[in-house]
């Protein structure tokens, strides 16, 4: 016998959405990502501007097909709310723009140095770059190539996509703090990367670097593994680094840019690793909970969310 649909009424919230029906059909063992779809195709907007909440409780209704309306308390002539988001962007192409920045502004600045920093008449005698500038320009270049192809062939979202505005605040981070911050400075013919390299500082912050770098990659691809392509479920993450803290990922992030700080010895590496490591703990401090949250006592609790003893 098939299921008798239900009528759910619905409302904006916020401002008006045009073409949004009063009332929408759906199936009690509809999906809801059907709902949805549904609300898309008769607004006219895309599913990722939509954010659909409970009337009754203003409980999120999550796009998914693993959620019924059933299982929601959805029933007839239960009331829902409809939020337009605003144009969005995908995260992904977020991603690629924000490490985009300083994978171009270090190789371009690092190659206009006489131009930058001297008069006209001395471009012919400027100094050329030195050992540890150029190891500089390597090791970051690298760094943010990493991301992008991570980005590319890594990642996988659990979020589509984001507010479109917001790739100028994201993008601002990394354009600014870890390019033109980082390169206008490091690449001076007084900084101190101009100088000759320390063996002693030099060869521990690349050995940081590179195990840095290989332990993010290794967090990055357990934490792929976790997710179908295209999907949007969570699991518990085992493996190098997870039994230390919640994040691991971070962590190595951090051991990284602490290698680049030794290499280019500049208050302004200093000053993007204080504001990276700011925002990293507190993104680590909320994955914790939602682990606490959503898996119960299926998740050994972590003391440390981030750094360990910190």
């Known amino acids: 016998m098939a299921s008798k649909g239900l009528t759910l009424v619905v409302r904006p919230r916020g401002k008006p959405i045009n073409n949004l029906p009063e009332e929408t059909a759906i199936v009690p063992s509809g999906s809801g990502a059907d709902l949805y779809h549904r609300l898309a195709a008769e607004s006219g907007l895309s599913i990722h501007r939509l954010r659909i909440t409970k009337g009754s409780d203003g409980g999120l209704v999550p796009s998914s097909k693993d959620v019924t309306m059933d299982r929601l308390g959805l029933r007839e002539q239960s009331t829902i709310y409809v939020k337009d988001l605003g144009p969005q962007i995908a995260w992904r192409t977020v991603f690629i723009v924000e490490y985009l920045g300083p994978l171009l502004i270090h190789p371009i ?50 979020l589509a996509t984001m507010p479109a505005r917001n790739i100028f605040k994201n993008s601002f981070h990394y354009w600014i703090f870890a390019g033109i911050n980082i390169a206008y400075w490091i690449y001076r013919p007084d900084a101190p990367t101009a100088k000759p390299s320390n063996p002693l500082i030099t060869y ?53 840019w602490i290698g680049i700080w030794l290499v280019t010895w500049s208050w302004s590496t200093l000053i993007f690793n204080v504001l990276a490591v700011g925002q990293m703990m507190a993104w680590a401090k909320k994955k914790e909970g939602k682990y606490r949250k959503e898996f119960g006592d299926q998740y050994k609790k972590k003391t440390y969310s981030m750094l360990p003893g910190i």
């Open 109 to 158: 600045l690092y190659l206009l140095r006489p131009y930058i920093y001297s008069n006209p008449n001395a471009i012919l005698s400027f100094p050329p770059p030195s050992q540890l500038q150029t190891l500089s320009l390597i090791m970051i270049t690298l760094h943010f190539a990493k991301r992008e192809l991570e980005t590319l062939f890594v990642h996988r979202f659990s």
């Open 204 to 256: 521990p912050a690349l050995l940081l670097y590179v195990i840095g770098e290989l332990g993010n990659l290794s967090t990055h691809l357990t934490l792929r593994n976790l997710r179908s392509t295209g999907g949007s479920e969570r699991g518990i993450p085992q493996g190098f680094g997870f039994g230390l803290v919640t994040s691991p990922n971070y962590m190595f992030e951090t051991i990284t």
